[in-house]
C-alpha cells in the first residue's frame, strides 16, 4: 500500500493506493470513494468482544472495513470526521504506536491493532483512558483535528502536553499521566485538566485543536430549556 495524502492541511483526505488483490483496514466511516471495483467487508476485528473494546473502551467503531483491490488495483479515498490534518507512520514492525481516541484512520493490512490502557484520564480528564496500539510493518494513517506537529524527543528529553491534544506516540516514549495544578480551584482556574508528561527516546504527534474543547463550546451554544 501507499498513500498520498492532499487538502492540506486543513481539510486532508487520504488516498490509499492498493496493489491487484490488496486489502487495507480503515476506520467504518472513513471511506469518502474507491476507484470501480474495489470490494468492502466490515466486520468487528478479533471478534464481537474485541470490537465491543473498540467502540466500547477505545472510542472508535465496533466494525473495521476492509477494503480489497480488485486484479488490476485500486485505490481508496479516507477523511476524518473532524477538520485537520493527516500523517503517514511507517512503522518497520520493531516499534509499535499508541494513537489516542478517534485518531486512528486507516493501515496496511499487515499492521495488527488492538484496545490498550492508557492510564486513568478516562476517569477525570474526559479523553478517554483506552488508546489503540498498532503494531506490524506497514503504514499507519492517522487523523487529527487543526493541524498536526510531531516532537521529536531525545533520550531524557522531557515535554508536557495537554491530553486532549496528543494524537499518538511511539512505544519507545515513557510518560505519566497528573493533573497540570494541585487542587480542584486551581484546575478551574487554569482551565486546564489532565497532562501527559512524555521522556524520549521517540517521537509524539500533537493536534492543534482540542476535540472535547469543541464539544465544549457547542453544548454552549445550545439553548437550554
Known amino acids: 500500500m501507499q498513500v498520498q495524502v492532499r487538502q492540506q492541511p486543513s481539510f486532508a483526505v487520504a488516498r490509499l493506493m492498493l496493489a491487484p488483490g490488496e486489502p487495507a483496514r480503515v476506520e467504518s466511516g472513513a471511506m469518502m470513494a474507491t476507484s470501480y471495483g474495489v470490494q468492502v467487508?466490515?466486520?468487528?476485528?478479533?471478534?464481537?468482544?474485541?470490537?465491543?473494546?473498540?467502540?466500547?473502551?477505545?472510542?472508535?467503531?465496533?466494525?473495521?472495513?476492509?477494503?480489497?483491490?480488485?486484479?488490476?488495483?485500486?485505490?481508496?479515498?479516507?477523511?476524518?470526521?473532524?477538520?485537520?490534518?493527516?500523517?503517514?507512520?511507517e512503522l518497520d514492525g520493531r516499534v509499535g504506536w499508541c494513537v489516542t481516541r478517534g485518531?486512528?484512520?486507516?493501515?496496511?493490512?499487515a499492521i495488527?491493532?488492538?484496545?490498550?490502557?492508557?492510564?486513568?484520564?478516562?476517569?477525570?480528564?474526559?479523553?478517554?483512558?483506552?488508546?489503540?496500539?498498532?503494531?506490524?510493518?506497514?503504514?499507519?494513517?492517522?487523523?487529527?483535528?487543526?493541524?498536526?506537529?510531531?516532537?521529536?524527543?531525545?533520550?531524557?528529553?522531557?515535554?508536557?502536553?495537554?491530553?486532549?491534544?496528543?494524537?499518538?506516540?511511539?512505544?519507545?516514549?515513557?510518560?505519566?499521566?497528573?493533573?497540570?495544578s494541585s487542587g480542584i480551584i486551581q484546575s478551574m482556574k487554569s482551565g486546564e485538566g489532565l497532562v501527559f508528561d512524555f521522556a524520549g527516546p521517540g517521537q509524539v504527534m500533537t493536534q492543534t485543536r482540542n476535540p472535547s474543547s469543541l464539544i465544549g463550546w457547542i453544548l454552549s451554544h445550545v439553548p437550554s430549556r
Open 112 to 180: 495488527q491493532t488492538e484496545t490498550k490502557w492508557g492510564g486513568f484520564k478516562n476517569l477525570f480528564g474526559g479523553e478517554g483512558g483506552f488508546l489503540t496500539h498498532a503494531a506490524g510493518q506497514g503504514q499507519l494513517v492517522v487523523a487529527c483535528y487543526g493541524a498536526l506537529e510531531t516532537i521529536t524527543l531525545q533520550p531524557g528529553e522531557v515535554v508536557t502536553i495537554d491530553t486532549g491534544h496528543v494524537v499518538a506516540y511511539a512505544d519507545t516514549v515513557q510518560y505519566q499521566i497528573r493533573k497540570v
Open 41 to 89: 467487508e466490515s466486520r468487528a476485528q478479533g471478534g464481537i468482544m474485541k470490537g465491543l473494546g473498540r467502540a466500547v473502551l477505545g472510542g472508535e467503531s465496533f466494525f473495521i472495513s476492509t477494503y480489497t483491490a480488485p486484479q488490476n488495483g485500486g485505490w481508496v479515498d479516507v477523511a476524518a470526521n473532524l477538520p485537520g490534518d493527516i500523517q503517514v507512520v
Open 103 to 109: 485518531c486512528w484512520l486507516a493501515s496496511s493490512h
